[in-house]
């Protein structure tokens, strides 16, 4: 698992990078409440320092998280001062918490981070084991079409206090999908740049990964707010449910 390294040595400045306070957090923590049934069960897969998952145990659900990095957990359990997520260690291409919940998600690209297509199908395979009847999966990503067709190496930065700024350098390998990113953060000190490697999926390809592991399309959103799916879309936030089949086999 080559990205825990990369989160590992970015769970510092992480909330520097995504902050608690961004809108965006409000759209998701409303989306996933609205699928869950009252006082019902979610698992966020990656679920990191819990930017999402702490606001989300605030609405009267049961959160569950699993993540391979000790740093992200560790800011996790900082944060959550109530002890209201229940953590989970491990990888989420090869094991589950045991338990079944209403809604599995996967937000912020982290469907990326595992760096080849049979590993992506093997996390919706464990979502899909994690899903109890009649739940749904979502999925957030980003549409990778800029990025696929962009040449040679792209820098841009990233404010993040007054005393520091990311630098971002991004190397597209597309006939593998992959997308190298070094972030360097620039605050006085030595430059510590971290290397976060991604593979990339089309949307059509999610959903046969997702068709793979048991699971249909049946809704897709350009955003957290429910917008209107199109060809310009910059990110896609797909919904799925078990297939007739699976939901056989699990019975
Ligand atoms: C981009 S961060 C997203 C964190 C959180 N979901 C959010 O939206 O802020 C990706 C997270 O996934 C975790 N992760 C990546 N690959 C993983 C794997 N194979 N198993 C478990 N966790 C993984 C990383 O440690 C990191 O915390």
Same mark, same amino acid.
């Given at each position: !698992?080559?990205?825990?390294?990369?989160?590992?040595?970015?769970?510092?400045? $992480?909330?520097? !990078?995504?902050?608690?306070?961004?809108?965006?957090?409000?759209?998701?923590?409303?989306?996933?409440?609205?699928?869950?049934?009252?006082?019902?069960?979610?698992?966020?897969?990656?679920?990191?320092?819990?930017?999402?998952?702490?606001?989300?145990?605030?609405?009267?659900?049961?959160?569950?998280?699993?993540?391979?990095?000790? =740093? !992200?957990?560790?800011?996790?359990?900082?944060?959550?001062?109530?002890?209201?997520?229940?953590?989970?260690? +491990?990888?989420?291409?090869?094991?589950?918490?045991?338990?079944?919940?209403?809604?599995?998600?996967?937000?912020?690209?982290?469907?990326?981070?595992?760096?080849?297509?049979?590993?992506?199908?093997?996390? !919706?395979?464990?979502?899909?084991? =994690?899903?109890?009847?009649?739940?749904?999966?979502?999925?957030?990503?980003?549409?990778?079409?800029?990025?696929?067709?962009?040449?040679?190496?792209?820098?841009?930065?990233?404010?993040?206090?007054?005393?520091?700024?990311?630098?971002?350098?991004?190397?597209?390998?597309?006939?593998?999908?992959?997308?190298?990113?070094?972030?360097?953060?620039?605050?006085? +000190?030595?430059?510590?740049?971290?290397?976060?490697?991604?593979? $990339?999926?089309?949307?059509?390809?999610?959903?046969?990964?997702?068709?793979?592991?048991?699971?249909?399309?049946?809704?897709?959103?350009?955003?957290?707010?429910?917008?209107?799916?199109?060809?310009?879309?910059?990110?896609?936030?797909?919904? $799925?449910?078990?297939?007739?089949?699976?939901?056989?086999?699990?019975?």
């Amino acid at each position: !698992m080559e990205s825990l390294v990369t989160y590992d040595a970015l769970a510092d400045v $992480y909330d520097l !990078m995504y902050p608690a306070a961004s809108p965006d957090i409000a759209d998701t923590v409303d989306f996933i409440a609205k699928l869950a049934p009252a006082s019902g069960r979610v698992l966020e897969i990656g679920v990191g320092n819990g930017r999402i998952a702490i606001p989300l145990s605030g609405r009267g659900l049961t959160v569950h998280g699993i993540d391979g990095s000790e =740093q !992200m957990l560790r800011k996790l359990a900082e944060r959550d001062t109530e002890n209201k997520v229940v953590a989970t260690k +491990g990888d989420f291409t090869t094991s589950t918490t045991g338990e079944t919940y209403d809604v599995v998600f996967v937000a912020l690209n982290t469907f990326f981070a595992p760096t080849s297509a049979e590993k992506q199908v093997e996390c !919706m395979c464990r979502m899909r084991e =994690q899903l109890a009847p009649g739940g749904r999966v979502v999925v957030e990503a980003f549409d990778p079409l800029p990025f696929h067709r962009s040449e040679g190496e792209k820098t841009s930065t990233r404010y993040l206090s007054p005393q520091a700024i990311m630098i971002d350098s991004t190397h597209v390998m597309r006939d593998r999908q992959l997308m190298l990113v070094i972030h360097t953060v620039l605050d006085g +000190g030595t430059p510590r740049p971290t290397q976060e490697l991604i593979r $990339y999926a089309w949307p059509s390809e999610i959903d046969l990964m997702a068709r793979l592991a048991g699971l249909k399309l049946v809704d897709r959103f350009a955003g957290w707010k429910g917008e209107a799916f199109g060809p310009d879309s910059p990110r896609h936030v797909s919904v $799925y449910e078990a297939t007739e089949d699976s939901e056989n086999v699990n019975a």
